[in-house]
């Protein structure tokens, strides 16, 4: 099944309506356009003459029959396929690098044999990520827009939600209402600039449940590591809150006393920072998975 890049929402909500719908297990496949909606395609259209109510649409949402509250929503990401070129800006007003931007700039780069085309000097590796992806936030929540991440998942900007991983996310109502767009060709962490490299494309996904397993925040799994994703007002929020669900997550998993498990964080797990640049800012922390082996980490 696929979802079309037409049936979208800029925000996620208890109150949307289902694009489709699935069972657990199926594999689906979403459409998605880049994150200003595919209104830049040359150089000369400047971030303002975008229209801010169209940023970053999210494909569906995806209804998934039997998902209940108080489940989690297993999101194995089985390939993303994109258009073939990207779009970014820069701008003073959104820029993390503000004192140093005085003028907006677009600029579009080729996508070519697996490559992101800066310029005829520099070129990288074509990463595809997925920048929005979540479930819809609880019905005593407020629709929260596409542009920002919390709980729910959202716009974590969060470079290791790639082909290969396995994101787990809370289900706040029936359904789980899974949405997600805003595809980069290539993003560093922190995305100071504003950008990744925004590009359109398709995302394969299998979509399953795991029953009566109840999730504060979205959780990563890789071949070789656990993420534990947060977001909050500010880094140091965002900060605290990926520590303390590590904490949670090891600690549900380890026969270990408090002070130890702290102890081993400082030694095996290493927090990142996925994004300073939306309404709340994102960041993870990855535990290793050899280092545990004897405990053989599942979620």
């Known amino acids: 099944m696929k979802i079309s890049s037409e049936i979208f929402v800029y925000s996620m909500s208890a109150h949307n309506q289902a694009a489709a719908s699935c069972q657990p297990g199926e594999t689906v496949i979403f459409?998605?356009?880049?994150?200003?909606?595919?209104?830049?395609?040359?150089?000369?259209?400047?971030?303002?003459?975008?229209?801010?109510?169209?940023?970053?649409?999210?494909?569906?949402?995806?209804?998934?029959?039997g998902a209940e509250i108080g489940d989690t929503l297993?999101?194995?990401?089985?390939?993303?396929?994109?258009?073939?070129?990207?779009?970014?800006v820069t701008t003073s007003e959104e820029s993390y690098l503000e004192e140093f931007i005085t003028e907006s700039k677009t600029k579009i780069l080729p996508i070519k044999n697996n490559k992101v085309i800066f310029n005829d000097k520099?070129?990288?590796?074509?990463?595809?990520?997925?920048?929005?992806i979540g479930t819809s936030p609880g019905e005593d929540k407020k629709a929260v827009s596409c542009g920002t991440p919390a709980s729910h998942g959202g716009n974590m900007d969060t470079k290791v939600i790639m082909a290969g991983t396995t994101l787990y996310l809370p289900v706040k109502v029936p359904g789980a209402m899974l949405a997600m767009g805003d595809l980069h060709a290539a993003m560093g962490d922190g995305e100071v600039g504003v950008t990744g490299v925004e590009a359109a494309g398709e995302v394969t996904v299998k979509v399953d449940l795991v029953k009566n397993k109840d999730l504060s925040d979205p959780l990563l799994e890789t071949e070789a590591a656990f993420y534990t994703i947060a977001s909050g007002t500010d880094v140091d929020a965002a900060v605290k809150k990926a520590s303390n669900n590590m904490f949670r997550f090891l600690k549900e998993r380890l026969d270990l006393h408090n002070n130890e498990i702290s102890m081993l964080m400082s030694i095996i797990c290493d927090l990142q920072i996925s994004q300073v640049v939306d309404p709340q800012k994102t960041a993870r922390m990855r535990v290793d998975k050899e280092a545990l082996k004897e405990y053989d980490l599942k979620y």
């Open 122 to 132: 520099i070129n990288f590796d074509l990463k595809p990520m997925i920048g929005v």
């Open 31 to 65: 459409e998605t356009q880049d994150c200003f909606s595919n209104q830049i395609q040359s150089e000369e259209v400047l971030f303002e003459s975008t229209d801010w109510d169209t940023i970053n649409p999210a494909t569906g949402p995806l209804k998934v029959e």
């Open 74 to 88: 297993k999101v194995e990401i089985k390939k993303i396929e994109l258009n073939n070129q990207g779009v970014m």
